[in-house]
């Protein structure tokens, strides 16, 4: 084929090629390894769009390298060079999600104890916490240090906030809403016209500039709302703020209050409002019996689903979290397949009705959504705008997977990256929604029992659960009221003398699907090394025990085998 084809065909063929056919082939002989040698940037290149670790674009390789790596967790690509490393490294990441490489825990002492809420700014390097006695802080993810901060008596207790592309906002009393933005993000001096900061903004900024040496944030705007409020939603450049009869849309580069929807609770339903989310065309309202969704080009409802939809779905998965994860195939893997996942469609549907619903979120996409139901009920809808045009039901579009648990209660969720990130009373778990998205698993390797006609009627045939090993004390899930997912690590709180360190080992061998070496050899990717914990600055849980708990703690999947030093 090398010698009969011109080389710009043999390229154009192998860009349908994964990277564990790149593999194969580099050791079926010395031409091809050379060949593929000779051309490893646009190979692997083209690797990266089959594998969707980057998106096409009519830049030079070179730049559309740059242009992944900004799009992606710096400090686990800064070093990367070349497309193949880069793949190599993303590869690698996925599989660590799905619990097929090393993880660890990490904790952040320094950022305090009590923490209430949670936001974090992978590229930057940086975690935003409130805390339950008042105050803020900004910690740096690779030290661990506070590089800066307000003070317990200026910022409110259980002050709820938001961060987006360099905005911070959060809720003072008096139904205030304060904005502060990124220093480096506009000129000194640049405030709205309609909703300058006050002076008690101001003064705030100069002493936390000169507490810290550094002016990181500085006042934006201070906003007051129309009447009394009860949730707030900040995806930049719109921020969300819902009372029980309005949702008011505020444009925060400009200050300006742009739009205002009426919303209530259908029917005769209790005027509970629990949770609100936004996108680019939709504004999302989570009552306790139903999620509604109104346009934001006209204000109307679009689309209502109630907790009565969650007994008529597409599909259903049960997982048995009385059931060990199973046996993991890499000794340092924080999160553990579930071993016991069992797959309904259609009339072998057992029937059960979700109580209420706690929070809903859409996908960074604007297409899927995720409602987190109680009891541990978790509710996945493709595609929903086609439900609104007509297209499919409510029940067509549905996955519903459910979780049997003594305890029970679901408790906070996040959805980013095409992973839902779950705290429930029984564990911490990650669901993955297609598995083979990336080319790192199979359909036949996912760890599913129990199908009964799971064929077409699936809309997500290769969802994929994991669950924290050691993280099910259910006294200690029940104080995470606030969980955060970037593309390398799920945020929350935890106590940290009760962290497992080393991680418990939990199930028999009989949940594996492969061993070590049969995985290794599904990669792709050569010189592979025996895996070993992740160590790393931060302060790990064995050297946190003294700290007040419960601390800001994270499982980092940004591990790679045989490392010894952060990434």
């Not at 500039?209 to 009394?228: D, E, I």
């Not at 797959?343 to 859409?362: G, S």
């Not at 028999?508 to 792709?524: M, V």
């Amino acid at each position: 084929m090398l010698q009969s084809l011109p080389p710009e065909l043999v390229l154009e063929t192998l860009s349908y090629l994964p990277a564990q056919s790149l593999k194969s082939l580099q050791l079926t002989c010395k031409a091809w390894l050379e060949f593929i040698r000779a051309n490893e940037g646009l190979i692997y290149h083209k690797a990266a769009l089959l594998h969707h670790f980057a998106l096409p674009s009519s830049s030079s390789t070179d730049a559309e390298l740059s242009s992944a790596k900004a799009a992606f967790a710096q400090r686990y690509v800064q070093d990367v060079d070349n497309w193949k490393d880069f793949c190599k490294d993303r590869f690698q990441l996925e599989k660590n999600w799905l619990g097929r490489g090393p993880s660890v825990i990490r904790t952040l002492p320094s950022a305090g104890s009590r923490v209430h809420r949670i936001k974090v700014d992978q590229a930057a390097g940086f975690v935003i916490t409130t805390y339950a006695v008042g105050g803020l802080a900004v910690s740096d993810i690779t030290n661990g240090g506070i590089i800066w901060s307000l003070e317990s008596n200026y910022v409110r207790p259980y002050a709820h906030c938001e961060y987006s592309n360099g905005f911070l906002i959060f809720d003072q009393l008096g139904g205030l809403k304060e904005v502060w933005c990124l220093s480096s993000r506009y000129p000194p001096g640049t405030h709205p016209e309609c909703s300058r900061p006050d002076e008690r903004q101001e003064l705030a900024s100069l002493h936390a500039a000169n507490s810290h040496g550094t002016a990181l944030f500085r006042p934006w705007a201070l906003l007051k709302m129309p009447t009394a409020t009860h949730a707030f939603r900040f995806v930049y450049p719109t921020l969300l703020v819902a009372s029980r009869e309005n949702a008011f849309l505020f444009d925060i580069p400009t200050g300006k209050l742009v739009q205002t929807i009426k919303i209530s609770a259908p029917g005769a339903w209790p005027r509970e409002l629990n949770y609100v989310e936004i996108s680019a065309d939709y504004v999302f309202i989570c009552w306790m019996q139903s999620v509604c969704i109104f346009s934001r080009r006209d204000g109307n409802l679009a689309l209502s689903i109630d907790t009565g939809h969650t007994v008529d779905t597409g599909a259903l998965l049960q997982v048995d979290s009385y059931m060990s994860s199973a046996s993991r195939r890499v000794r340092d893997a924080v999160m553990a397949p579930v071993q016991s996942v069992s797959r309904y469609t259609d009339q072998a549907l057992p029937i059960r009705q979700a109580d209420e619903f706690i929070a809903v979120h859409v996908s960074p996409d604007g297409r899927d959504l995720t409602i987190l139901g109680d009891p541990e009920t978790v509710l996945l809808v493709k595609d929903f705008q086609r439900i609104i045009k007509n297209e499919t039901t409510i029940a067509a579009a549905a996955t519903r997977i459910d979780f049997s648990s003594p305890f029970g209660h679901s408790l906070y969720h996040a959805f980013e990256n095409g992973k839902v990130g779950l705290v429930l009373c029984s564990g911490i778990y990650t669901l993955t929604l297609d598995a083979t998205h990336h080319g790192v698993a199979s359909p036949a390797s996912l760890p599913v029992t129990g199908v009964v006609d799971a064929g077409d009627d699936c809309t997500m045939p290769y969802i994929s659960v994991c669950r924290a090993v050691g993280l099910d004390d259910a006294a200690l899930l029940t104080q995470i009221d606030c969980l955060q997912m970037t593309d390398t690590g799920m945020y929350f709180v935890w106590d940290a003398s009760r962290v497992p360190h080393p991680p418990s080992f939990i199930g028999s061998a009989e949940g594996s699907t492969a061993d070590e070496t049969s995985e290794d050899e599904e990669d792709g990717w050569e010189d592979e090394v025996a895996e070993e914990r992740f160590f790393g600055h931060i302060m790990l849980a064995h050297q946190a025990a003294a700290a007040p708990s419960p601390i800001l703690t994270f499982i980092d999947f940004a591990s790679r085998p045989g490392s010894s030093s952060p990434q």
